[in-house]
């Protein structure tokens, strides 16, 4: 915010101060407060971004659990987490490590029309990933992987009915993304996700469910494509939404 008043400075005295990135809305807000401009309220475009900061905002009127973790907090020291919950930053899109585990009861039938209350994601997977990498075992859903410019997706087929052109429907409209067979990253990536994901599942008696993971992993390009960019960006950061 100092960096734009200090560029204005000495200018003529502007209309309007805006910006077309996310993450620079709270900036834009206080830079238009500052110059007596019509903007945002600041509070509102930080309470927006920082997740934490919306949820204890709204904990009055939606007490839904929540818990801020720091780089090196211990995750077991959580009490009372319900089950399911959902694991994001706290700030951002970009994706780390993700195993969407979920698969579909039924073989999917796109006939039926509309998918999303038969699909393992409901809507946006993969909105903005900028990094890291994410495997779908079920239904990625509809609209999936819109706005992507970076990182890897890797997809469930031959599976459930998914086909290739199944999941092509479901990629966002305009999303800058292709469907590709596996190349040799792939092969790790999947080998990695599922090993590790596995061991989770070994870890709550499912050993049965770990060892069908890790044959998924053995027999990779029978079971899986990937989604990515056409253009990866080198520098994350300066991705807009």
Same mark, same amino acid.
């Given at each position: 915010?100092?960096?734009?008043?200090?560029?204005?400075?000495?200018?003529?005295?502007?209309?309007?101060? %805006?910006?077309?990135?996310? *993450?620079?809305? /709270?900036?834009?807000?206080?830079?238009?407060?500052?110059?007596?401009?019509?903007?945002?309220?600041?509070?509102?475009?930080? $309470?927006?971004?920082?997740?934490?900061?919306? $949820?204890? *905002? +709204?904990?009055?009127? !939606? &007490?839904?659990?929540?818990?801020? +973790?720091? &780089?090196?907090?211990?995750? /077991?020291?959580?009490?009372?987490?319900? %089950?399911?919950?959902?694991?994001? &930053? $706290?700030?951002?899109?970009?994706?780390?490590?993700?195993?969407?585990?979920?698969?579909?009861?039924?073989?999917?039938?796109?006939?039926?029309?509309?998918?999303?209350?038969?699909?393992?994601?409901?809507? %946006?997977?993969?909105?903005?990933? /900028?990094?890291?990498?994410?495997?779908?075992?079920?239904?990625?859903?509809?609209?999936?992987?819109?706005?992507?410019?970076?990182?890897?997706?890797?997809?469930?087929?031959?599976?459930?009915?998914?086909?290739?052109?199944?999941?092509?429907?479901?990629?966002?409209?305009?999303?800058?993304?292709?469907?590709?067979? =596996?190349?040799?990253?792939?092969?790790?990536?999947?080998? !990695? =996700?599922? @090993?590790?994901?596995?061991?989770?599942?070994?870890?709550?008696?499912?050993?049965?469910?770990?060892? $069908?993971?890790?044959? =998924?992993?053995?027999?990779?390009? @029978?079971?899986?494509?990937?989604?990515?960019? *056409?253009?990866?960006?080198?520098?994350? @950061?300066?991705?807009?939404?």
């Amino acid at each position: 915010m100092c960096a734009v008043v200090a560029a204005l400075a000495g200018r003529p005295e502007p209309d309007a101060v %805006f910006s077309n990135s996310d *993450h620079l809305q /709270t900036q834009t807000a206080l830079a238009a407060r500052y110059l007596g401009l019509l903007g945002k309220d600041w509070p509102a475009t930080l $309470r927006a971004k920082n997740k934490a900061l919306m $949820r204890r *905002h +709204l904990a009055p009127l !939606d &007490p839904v659990f929540s818990a801020e +973790l720091a &780089p090196k907090d211990d995750p /077991t020291r959580l009490e009372n987490v319900p %089950f399911p919950c959902v694991v994001k &930053p $706290r700030e951002g899109v970009a994706s780390e490590d993700v195993v969407l585990a979920g698969e579909p009861e039924q073989p999917v039938d796109d006939s039926q029309g509309c998918v999303v209350d038969r699909a393992n994601a409901k809507g %946006f997977a993969f909105e903005y990933m /900028t990094s890291g990498r994410a495997i779908v075992l079920g239904d990625i859903g509809p609209w999936a992987c819109a706005g992507m410019t970076g990182g890897r997706v890797y997809v469930r087929f031959n599976a459930f009915g998914i086909d290739p052109d199944a999941i092509q429907r479901r990629l966002g409209e305009g999303a800058k993304v292709e469907l590709k067979d =596996l190349d040799a990253e792939a092969w790790v990536d999947i080998d !990695d =996700l599922l @090993s590790g994901y596995a061991e989770e599942l070994r870890a709550t008696g499912q050993d049965g469910e770990a060892e $069908r993971m890790l044959g =998924l992993a053995e027999d990779a390009t @029978s079971n899986f494509l990937m989604v990515v960019p *056409h253009k990866v960006q080198a520098d994350p @950061s300066v991705s807009t939404e």
